[in-house]
């Protein structure tokens, strides 16, 4: 880098997208971004610094031995100033500002969207930002202030509490008369084969069909109440759905557990605090259907 020469940041963050996904397509989808543009910035970041970070391979790339240096001493960096950014925005002491919110879809579309506006209007200064994934949101990068998550995360810097637990029953359309030793069945795909209810239904087909896979329990209950088959929901979803009836009451599934993460650096904040109390209280109602 010549004495005049200085970096573009915005050049480095490409550069440690790159060098986290190991290509410029998975770079590009990361930043939203063309991958030209992923190549153009790594380019110029290169320019700056004189020296090749990375070597260019047909469908991947890999860091150059100045490319790792660079990419280590860039990650240390970026993780002091998250957590500059996340004192920072802890230490307010007015209930006020923007406040994201990471839920799973269901959870945020039918169990906390119905409830925002008695949050805003105790306090109407709050913000509330509702992201409505199923993906592991980064605290640590400020992806969400406060997230909602099916399983207990293992991060040392973040605070968790258990909401509550999310019961669970068979659904299917008011008219479906399959025995139910014939039953068609609504499941989920693989990439939620990790979840109790995908295990509990797969070693209990016997023989029977699914015939509907999908990660999205909206599609679930719109494909059972269709007729199509039988899905097994969270009751607050089945229960409230007019196009689904609920089939042997009896049955016991294993419940999914709600647990609410904040980063400990924001906890205390009082806008966090408020938003984390409307949550431990909105989300207390999946214990009524649990009876």
Known sequence: MGKNAQMNWEDYRYFLALADTGSFSAAARELDVDHST??????ALETTFGVRLIDRLPKSVTLTVDGKLVAEQGRLAVLAMQAVERVAAGSADHVSGTVCVSAPPALASQIIGPKVRELRQQHPDIDLVLQG??????LNRRQADIALRLSRPQKSAVTVRKLADMPFGFYSAPGYDKPEHVWDF???DETTAN????RWIEERLDGR??????NDTSIQATAAGSGLGVAILPRFVGDADPRLARLHPDEVFPPREVWMLV???????PRIR???????KTVAVLKRHAV
């Open 186 to 188: 609504i499941s989920w």
């Open 195 to 198: 979840i109790p209810q995908y």
């Open 209 to 214: 069909k699914v015939v509907l896979r999908t």
């Open 133 to 138: 994934e199923t993906r592991s949101t980064d």
């Open 38 to 43: 992923v190549a153009r910035r790594v380019t």
């Open 274 to 280: 408020t938003v984390m109390d409307f949550l431990i």
């Open 263 to 269: 980063h400990d650096d924001l906890r205390h904040a």
